[in-house]
């Protein structure tokens, strides 16, 4: 292991350097425990963006739905829906008993 100039970073006295190796050393250990923890977050995020993406497209869908709706709605309205005129006149015609 190449050694370190610790003159760059101002460690030139044992006691300060032992003093960071011991804080590096509880960061790793710090780290290392909570990997696991840290992982299934961004698991979670990851999932929870996933669910919002869902979200998001189910929206669009609904919106898409809601516009056909809007749009019978208006034929029906309006008395040009074809569907739903053939529907009124064969019961019409089943109530007489022409069919």
């Known amino acids: 292991m190449e050694h370190l100039n610790l003159d760059d970073i101002g460690l030139t006295d044992r006691v300060q350097y032992n003093a960071t190796v011991a804080n590096f050393n509880e960061i790793q ?10 992982k299934s ?3 979670s995020k990851a999932n929870l963006n996933d669910f919002n993406n869902e979200i ?3 929206d ?5 739905l809601n516009e056909d709706w809007k749009a019978r709605l208006k ?3 309006l008395g ?3 569907e739903t005129i053939e529907n009124v006149v ?3 015609l089943i109530e007489k008993g022409v069919i």
């Not at 250990?29 to 840290?38: A, G, V, W, Y």
């Open 29 to 38: 250990r710090t780290f290392n425990s909570n990997t696991d923890e840290i």
């Open 41 to 43: 977050e961004l698991d």
């Open 75 to 77: 034929r029906v309205t």
């Open 60 to 64: 669009d869908k609904t919106d898409a």
């Open 90 to 92: 064969t019961k019409i």
């Open 56 to 58: 998001k497209r189910l």
């Open 80 to 82: 040009t829906d074809e």
